[in-house]
């Protein structure tokens, strides 16, 4: 059962998760997208549907939820290490180039 997966890789409940969308107002935690316009990324063996559309983003050293991460978003964290410095540093040249178009 995916209750039991939350709950022994997470430390949460289904209903902790879903009142964590619902504090989110339904959308990504980072892009603000709604969850029902964000891509499927995963197949529909998870029982509840917003889970196929969002991740569950924790910390990796505590292991305590952040929040709820699209795909996209999930995975550019993921890719500049959740590093902060770094994605400032993608920000910020981003936007320099925006300026110069």
């Known amino acids: ?3 039991d997966y939350y709950r022994r890789t997470y430390g949460v409940t289904m209903a902790d998760l ?3 969308l619902l504090l989110q107002q339904e959308r990504c935690a980072i892009c603000k997208r709604h969850w029902k316009s964000c891509a499927l990324a995963k197949h529909s063996r998870y029982e509840i549907v917003f889970l196929q559309h969002l991740y569950v983003d924790h910390d990796h050293t505590s ?7 699209c795909n996209n978003c999930n995975s550019a964290i993921a890719m500049l290490n959740e590093d902060p410095a770094r994605i400032e540093s993608a920000k910020q040249y981003l936007r ?3 300026r110069t178009q």
């Open 96 to 98: 320099k180039h925006k």
């Open 63 to 69: 292991g305590k939820v952040r929040g709820l991460l």
């Open 18 to 20: 879903e009142q964590l």
């Open 1 to 3: 059962m995916r209750e």
